[in-house]
């Protein structure tokens, strides 16, 4: 995992033995379920580590000082089970929809050790309702799940008014940007800034997508199961 510590560094990141030992025995799990379970078509380790750990780190920076995170379409834990490992102390609750992958995110959990982290089987839809739920955190997150104008109605309502929705997207999202102006107003967020980040030792380039939320959102979003992918706000 020396690949891991020095890729990190790059980033002004400085993990320890123990956080490095944890990335490891996520790896192994990782790879031992995946024959059981589709959660990555990423196999290689190093592979693993670039497009998978460190770049679920390179978001470090945009939640250093928050201290309640909630990643919407974990999937595998991404970013959310890099990220806890880094913030041990931070409170952190992984959403995805998929009950198998909730079932391998618990073992993921109970193997590293994790304190202070929930992963819940649901959509962000049903999940909304759950006793105050709604603009409970101050940050929430997700990697690469949608298109902007429909992600935005899933993240925003969770995220409480001064908080901000961090978007992780690959390089070309102009068009996406555009399409989702008006859902940004809707729902209450103003578009922050668009950072870009290149992963260390590679020419892979992500677009971090800061919006803060200033105002409530409507209680009618997320509209119901389906229609915010079907209907977009646009």
């Excluded at 920076?61 to 990643?71: A, C």
Aim: contains cysteine.
């Amino acid at each position: 995992m020396q690949d891991l510590k020095n890729k990190a560094e790059k980033m002004n990141i400085f993990l320890t033995e123990i956080q490095i030992e944890q990335f490891f025995k996520y790896m192994q799990l990782l790879l031992e379920w995946n024959e059981k379970i589709n959660l990555t078509a990423i196999l290689d380790p190093k592979e693993i580590i670039l497009k998978h750990f460190i770049d679920s780190l390179s978001i470090y920076k945009y939640i250093e000082n928050e201290e309640k995170i909630l990643d919407i379409g974990t999937g595998a834990g991404f970013p959310g089970i890099p990220l806890k490992i880094l913030f041990p102390e931070k409170e952190m609750v992984l959403l995805d929809s998929l009950n198998k992958r909730i079932s391998f995110l618990e073992i993921v959990i109970q193997e590293l050790k994790l304190k202070n982290i929930k992963a819940i089987h649901g959509r962000a839809e049903e999940f909304i309702k759950v006793n105050k739920q709604r603009e409970n955190y101050k940050v929430v997150v997700s990697r690469a799940v949608a298109k902007l104008n429909v992600l935005l109605e899933y993240m925003l309502p969770f995220t409480v008014v001064g908080g901000k929705c961090i978007c992780m997207k690959s390089n070309d999202i102009e068009e996406e940007e555009n399409q989702a102006k008006k859902a940004i107003e809707i729902l209450g967020g103003k578009l922050e800034k668009v950072d870009e980040v290149i992963l260390p030792d590679s020419d892979i380039i992500r677009k971090i997508v800061i919006i803060s939320k200033e105002k409530s959102t409507p209680k009618q979003y997320p509209r119901k199961a389906g229609t915010p992918t079907k209907k977009p706000i646009s």
